[in-house]
């Protein structure tokens, strides 16, 4: 039942007499209980005025004028007075309720000033009209006057009517700052003064809760919206139990109840609000049971389902809850399930869940009739043709297959809209009319088409960007303004502004102007997301130990889109230090330029390498998907030997000269790439090609090339599986006749970046150690063990190396993902087939606040000499490739 707004028409036929307008909040039987406790209001009729919304259910000092169904059609004379003395009269007063609360020592309620006299009912007099002297607003307290006649079309010397008056008090009401406005006139027909008396909310002064365990207090308040000292708002109210009983089933209380109560506490018009909460017990959904489903298995269902049976890890995934929202979504997703498997005459009944009696177990069935499988059949295409027939075919899928794919139907008509629209038409309307061909089992599909008219872009606006600039965003898009409406390049544009990274979300709004039909204006509409990061992690892996790493990212520098960062990354095997810097779009250009600034210790287990030095690189992009990029390094190497306990030396300097490794290094790398990953940091569909060649010998005491060559490949297969495969191959050449390449510039594989079941640069080609073999002799280490393991790794001239991984949603809910992966490659002088190591392995990767974090778990499948583990843990900080 809705809350009655009651108006009141009083009237003498004096002129002097005053007129009254009452329009009252009222509380239906159905709010006081839901209250159940607030301070109850007597019922009012139904009045029979044009009723305007307003807020119901809260405490009032006072009873408006009830409307004249109400008097039992009998009219209320009202004296001549001043108007500074008006006010209404004929008020009935409010019988107490049994569940008021009452004030202690509260003084007893004023009777009205007059007693009214009634009088035989008489005809309504022709409503009255004249012109405004003055307006009076009377009764406010918080509310400054000016903020009343703000809302108010009439003002002093405009005409008045009686429905002018009706909707400014519509008007009033609707700025929910009152739950009762009067209106009094008084003087003569054309010096009339208006008094709007009004009646303000109360405050809040206090939310409290109470019945609460399992949800802080803290975090109910945040659910509930309801700010302190703002104006009791029941809708508002209402609003918070809904937030706080969803608040309650995301985390499995189902059963849990909220009662509110709203309490008058004070004499100045303030209010109190208790939320009374009974939590119960947390619901878990034990068991989902399919009947009549033959040909798509209960897994299948299950699978795609929001609502999910509880399991071993329920505690982190949350898999078990039950959400009354999302499991009445799930009803759809099975039907959708069904038509795109070719089942459209599928019938699913209610589910029928049924609870335990301890109310903490829940088992849901769910009745299917499948019906018969349907194929495709006839395709066709009416109305405006723009396209001959045979290429609208070509575009789409659905005649492709065999069964009918509702999904496949829904992606046909986005592409046939994007050709209408890369011409133009952005308000093409094409209807798939289907027909069940019962007898032979298929779907006939016709699309027709109803192109519309042609429409340009009109202004693009960005929207919603408090910190990154316009011009980051406008130089993303392939569409301007005044061009011919193009939805491929619209939707490339929206693609690029969500590749920056920039915002949580992205939207173009479209409008048209009134007058401009032919016009597509376009805001971009979006939500900023904090583009800085500190990253912080600790770790331990078999190999590096314990490692300590630290990164400060900052994507979005100043709100130019820069990427400013610097990192540090210690362990027992390196120490790496390193600041970069990215301008993508130098002087508004396409040139991008950057610098990077590095220093690293690293232990390569026969000698210390120590580098330091810089980088500047420039480049510019050579196609929709291309990008070229030169880099200029200059840094400084110096190699040291490596010392035992007793400080003798343990580095073979007859196999590693370090002298002939150490120096400046001057070169430059041309770098060629073409990304079309989805996705430039998480991708799950998509290719990606990099080649490159490093020239060193710029000047500088070292002189070689080295050339890497990188395919990446990513296919979503099913489940939210993640087919991910990476191919490289690198190769180094000496530039000095008779010199062989640096050696510390040769390829050694092994660690979390390439063969996972292997140590750090473990993996290559391995030379003997005359020194090395001495040392384990003198160790008493047989003749036959000892040469075996003074082949020491040295590095290759060439390196092949390939991996592939399944990544699926473990725990999808925690952002947390697990990964089986396989690598296989090689690093020797000359790739030979015999020379091959490769590992399988596990594990899983938390994509947390600080950065994607790696835990792998790697098991060699060819023992190696050097370092025969039987399995390699890493964890690292970083994406996968």
């Not at 690293?602 to 000698?607: L, N």
């Amino acid at each position: 039942m809705q809350s009655s707004l009651c108006f009141a028409l009083v009237c003498a036929v004096s002129l002097q007499s005053t007129v009254v307008f009452a329009q009252d909040a009222r509380t239906s039987s159905e709010e006081t209980e839901f209250l159940n406790g607030a301070p109850a209001l007597p019922a009012a009729s139904e009045s029979t005025e044009t009723s305007a919304p307003s807020e119901t259910s809260v405490p009032k000092p006072k009873r408006a004028p009830a409307s004249i169904d109400d008097l039992g059609g009998e009219l209320t004379e009202v004296a001549d007075r001043d108007p500074a003395q008006a006010r209404p009269t004929g008020t009935r007063p409010a019988k107490p309720a049994a569940n008021r609360r009452v004030r202690p020592n509260a003084a007893p309620a004023k009777p009205n000033a007059r007693k009214p006299r009634t009088a035989k009912a008489v005809p309504a007099p022709v409503e009255a009209s004249g012109r405004v002297a003055k307006i009076t607003i009377e009764g406010h307290r918080k509310i400054e006057p000016d903020a009343v006649t703000a809302r108010m079309k009439l003002a002093v010397g405009s005409p008045w009517t009686m429905e002018m008056i009706r909707e400014d008090v519509q008007s009033i009401f609707k700025s929910g700052f009152f739950y009762d406005v009067q209106v009094l006139r008084d003087g003569t027909a054309d010096q009339t003064e208006l008094i709007f008396k009004v009646v303000e909310k109360p405050s809040v002064v206090e939310i409290s809760f109470e019945g609460q365990d399992e949800i802080k207090t803290d975090e109910l308040k945040e659910a509930a919206n309801i700010k302190m000292f703002e104006l009791l708002n029941m809708t508002k109210v209402r609003d918070a139990v809904e937030k706080i009983q969803k608040l309650y089933e995301d985390k499995g209380y189902f059963l849990a109840r909220i009662e509110p109560q709203v309490i008058d506490v004070t004499k100045d018009e303030t209010v109190k609000i208790l939320f009374k909460i009974s939590e119960n017990d947390k619901v878990r959904v034990k068991k989902i049971t399919f009947l009549g489903n033959r040909k798509l298995k209960d897994g299948f269902l299950k699978g795609r389902m929001m609502t999910q049976e509880g399991g071993f890890f329920s505690f982190l995934s949350g898999s078990g809850s039950y959400k009354q929202d999302a499991f009445d979504r799930d009803t759809q997703i099975l039907r959708f399930l069904y038509f795109n498997e070719g089942f459209v005459q599928v019938k699913i009944d209610r589910p029928q869940v049924y609870v335990t009696p301890d109310k903490k177990t829940i088992y849901i069935t769910i009745r299917v009739e499948e019906g018969e499988q349907f194929n495709v059949g006839e395709i066709d295409f009416a109305g405006d043709l723009l396209f001959p027939r045979d290429e609208l075919g070509e575009a789409i899928e659905i005649n492709k297959r065999d069964v009918f794919s509702y999904d496949v139907l829904q992606k046909d008509l986005s592409t046939l809209q994007a050709k209408y629209g890369d011409l133009g038409y952005a308000f093409a309307n094409i209807i798939p009319r289907t027909r069940i061909n019962e007898q032979e089992r298929k779907v006939d599909v016709t699309f027709e088409f109803d192109k519309g008219s042609q429409v340009y872009f009109g202004q693009i606006n960005v929207v919603g960007n408090s910190k990154t600039r316009d011009k980051v965003v406008r130089r993303e898009l392939k569409i301007k303004e005044g061009e011919l409406y193009n939805e491929t390049r619209r939707r490339e544009s929206l693609e690029n502004v969500q590749r920056l990274g920039f915002f949580d979300e992205v939207n173009f709004r479209t409008s048209t102007p009134p007058d401009r039909p032919d016009v597509l204006n376009i805001d971009i509409s979006v939500k900023e997301r904090n583009t800085g990061s500190i990253q912080l992690g600790a770790g331990y892996g078999s190999a590096t130990k314990f490692t300590l790493q630290g990164q400060i990212n900052q994507s979005n520098f100043l709100g130019k889109g820069q990427k400013l960062s610097a990192g540090l990354n210690i362990s027992d095997l390196a120490q790496v230090y390193n600041l970069n810097f990215t301008e993508p779009y130098f002087l508004d250009t396409e040139w991008s330029l950057g610098f990077d600034v590095y220093q690293s210790l690293s232990d390569r287990y026969e000698y210390y390498e120590n580098r330091r030095g810089g980088a500047f690189r420039f480049g510019h992009p050579l196609g929709e998907f291309l990008f070229g990029s030169v880099r200029y390094r200059l840094d400084q190497t110096n190699l040291e030997v490596m010392k035992d306990v007793n400080n003798n030396i343990t580095t073979d300097q007859a196999l590693f000269p370090l002298s002939t490794a150490s120096g400046v290094t001057s070169s430059v790398t041309g770098i060629l790439e073409y990304d079309r990953r989805d996705d430039r940091f998480s991708p799950s569909k998509g290719v990606f090609f990099s080649t490159s060649l490093e020239y060193a010998g710029l000047g500088g005491d070292l002189k070689y090339s080295k050339g890497t060559n990188v395919a990446r490949y990513y296919k979503k297969l099913f489940w939210e599986v993640v087919w991910r495969n990476n191919l490289s191959y690198s190769f180094i050449n000496s530039h000095e006749d008779g010199k062989e390449p640096p050696f510390n510039e040769l390829f050694l594989l092994g660690g979390p970046y390439s063969l996972r079941g292997y140590q750090f640069f473990r993996v290559g080609k391995t030379v003997y150690s005359q020194k090395t073999y001495d040392f384990l002799i003198g160790r008493g280490i047989n003749a036959e063990d000892a040469a075996r393991r003074a082949q020491v790794p040295f590095g290759g001239k060439q390196q092949l190396l390939y991996q592939m991984e399944f990544e699926f949603p473990l725990i999808a809910e925690a952002g947390i993902k697990g990964v089986g992966f396989f690598d296989v490659g090689q690093a020797e002088d000359v790739i030979g087939a015999d020379k091959f190591y490769s590992n399988v392995g596990f594990g899983f990767r938390w994509f947390s606040p600080i950065g994607p974090l790696r835990f792998e778990w790697g098991f060699p499948l060819r023992t190696l000499e050097v370092a025969p583990d039987p399995v390699v843990f890493e964890f690292s900080i970083g994406a996968p490739f």
